[in-house]
């Protein structure tokens, strides 16, 4: 895949150093990542190596204890989950938090329901129906997510057409970046291509991706760089087209040393 990065283009996203304990565990020691506009980068590592809570400090879910953010260059401080949005932010997580009961559109729009325009509706707070249908409808399409009706519950729908719902309506809300936390893991093979098609779509949108995967195979052929992380720090970042299953593998596991002086310290390689 023809990444559209340059190598001159500015991220739109840094993570520096950051640290996060949960009292005298250490969930991430040092890890930094960046990324590029129109960008799908990879974030790998064992399991508690530290990517959901890297994740949920890039989505303000969580404080870091330490290190910095910066979009598009301006350090920025995510205090709470509506910041991260308002800086263009929208996480995926992995329970989804689809309401079943709802209708594809209502969920798309869980949460911020659009005010009516009619002053009379508005005071009663009554959220526009038809454009909520509209817009739903146009972003499902422009993803070629094919559910079977934007207006019946999602409760009888697929993994994978759920899953597609809850990208979509992260597409709708976040116009910079897009963060998944395994997206596929729960899916079956057809359900996963449509998932991976959804995310080429993102890129297609200027919209950037920070996806996190057990399946390297998978990444190999959304992403255009894949960050490492082994024991809470970021060890490696790779270009897909210059790594393969097995080094991405081998850095994972400790067998292939990182980049970082610690990591050739730990493995007591010379720098
Ligand atoms: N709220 C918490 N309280 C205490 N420890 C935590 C908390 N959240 C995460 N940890 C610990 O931090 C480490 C990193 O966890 P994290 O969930 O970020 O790993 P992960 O890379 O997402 O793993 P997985 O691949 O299994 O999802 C683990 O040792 C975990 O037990
Ligand atoms: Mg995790």
Known sequence: MESTTGASASP???A???KRHF???VALADASMTLYPREV???VGDNGAGKSTLLKILSGILAPSDGEIAIDGKPVTLRRAQDAMDAGIETVYQDLALVDTMSAYQNVYLGREQLSKNPIARLFNLVD???MRARAREV??????KVPSINVSVKGMSGGQRQCLAIARALLWGRRIVILDEPTAALGVRETGQVLEVIAGLREQ???VIIVSHNMQQLMTVADRITVMRLGRSIATRTVKQTDVSEIVGLITGAVPGDSPEARAAQQIPA
């Not at 499902?140 to 997510?145: G, Y």
């Open 206 to 208: 200027d919209v950037s």
């Open 41 to 43: 980068v990879g974030l």
């Open 12 to 14: 739109v996203l840094e």
């Open 140 to 145: 499902l399409d422009s993803l070629k997510v």
């Open 16 to 18: 520096r150093h950051i």
């Open 129 to 131: 129906d038809r454009e």
């Open 23 to 25: 009292g005298a565990v």
